[in-house]
């Protein structure tokens, strides 16, 4: 199904947030409604880079749920496993679509957001930002993982449509530096991760009592 007239323009608002950002890579899930979200992005862009499509940032494989309504979904007793219970749960099979645990769908879209990351960063360097346009089971998935937060627990996780979240890894471990960012205002984030990246070295070390930001010079305070 495509982006209805809400959903492109909500498409090309992110886009133009996004504008002051150098963009690196625009990846996305193959259904048609991300590709249309990322071809907006682009667009916005104004010579960006190619769009590449990956697999594996696609929708939970979800077999005999597939096209089905919430209100009838929210009836199978299944549905409360995937509330509660979600590293449990396997889609029932069906004939003409494929079905999965929503662990190996996290699983598969984690591997390939480390993998992009790191194609990414050998191409651009460190401070490089990507785009990778999904859908909200997927982008929960991979926000628990950056944020350490097990499978169980995801649910707990909002993600809107055309929502902007950002996460830097390092070597250490992964800062998540947005969620579910829904505002209007264009940000730079190329600016903010090669701040983050010149302050720590690179080391994955957080600020310690939680960083103060900039002193007026732009150089950091240098105190907890």
């Not at 004939?95 to 990351?117: C, K, L, T, Y």
């Not at 530096?177 to 302050?199: C, H």
């Amino acid at each position: 199904t495509g982006l209805d007239e809400t959903g492109l323009d909500q498409a090309r608002r992110v886009g133009a947030r996004l504008r002051g950002t150098g963009v690196a890579a625009v990846v996305t899930s193959p259904l048609q409604r991300c590709r249309e979200t990322a071809e907006e992005i682009l667009a916005a862009l104004e010579g960006g880079p190619p769009l590449e499509v990956e697999p594996d940032l696609g929708e939970a494989r979800y077999g005999a749920w597939t096209g089905r309504p919430l209100k009838e979904l929210a009836q199978d007793p299944l549905w409360r496993q995937v509330q509660d219970a979600p590293s449990t749960v396997t889609f029932p099979p069906h004939p003409e679509h494929e079905h999965e645990g929503m662990a190996q769908m996290a699983a598969r879209a984690v591997a390939a957001v480390r993998a992009w990351d790191r194609r990414v960063e050998e191409r651009h360097g460190p401070a490089s930002v990507w785009v990778a346009v999904s859908h909200g089971d997927v982008i929960k998935a991979v926000l628990a993982e950056a944020l350490a937060t097990p499978l169980d627990e995801f649910q707990r996780i909002v993600v809107d449509p055309a929502s902007v979240s950002l996460v830097h890894r390092t070597d250490r471990r992964p800062f998540v530096l947005r969620t579910n960012d829904t505002g209007s205002d264009p940000v730079d984030l190329s600016a903010l991760l090669a701040r983050l990246t010149a302050e720590d070295g690179g080391s994955g070390d957080a600020d310690v009592g939680g960083g103060a930001g900039t002193d007026r010079d732009g150089a950091p305070p240098g105190r907890p």
